[in-house]
């Protein structure tokens, strides 16, 4: 019997790039939800930190 095992390999980014005014949070988090239900689109990243009060 074969014993499979799968990895999985992902980017980090080494430079963060802060997002440091809502408003430009808001229209970053609208693109990536526009990226994300696009069918053609399998994976969506970036390099970006955001304030987690900006998240919600």
Same mark, same amino acid.
């Given at each position: 019997?074969?014993?499979? *095992?799968?990895?999985?390999?992902?980017?980090?980014?080494?430079? %963060? #790039? @802060?997002? *440091?005014?809502?408003?430009?949070?808001?229209?970053?988090?609208? %693109? #990536? @939800?526009?990226?994300?239900?696009?069918?053609?689109?399998?994976?969506?990243?970036?390099?970006?930190?955001?304030?987690?009060?900006?998240?919600g």
């Amino acid at each position: 019997m074969l014993n499979r *095992t799968f990895s999985n390999c992902s980017y980090k980014p080494q430079n %963060l #790039i @802060d997002i *440091t005014e809502e408003d430009k949070a808001k229209s970053l988090l609208k %693109l #990536i @939800d526009a990226l994300e239900d696009n069918d053609d689109v399998q994976t969506v990243s970036g390099n970006y930190d955001i304030p987690e009060k900006w998240l919600g």
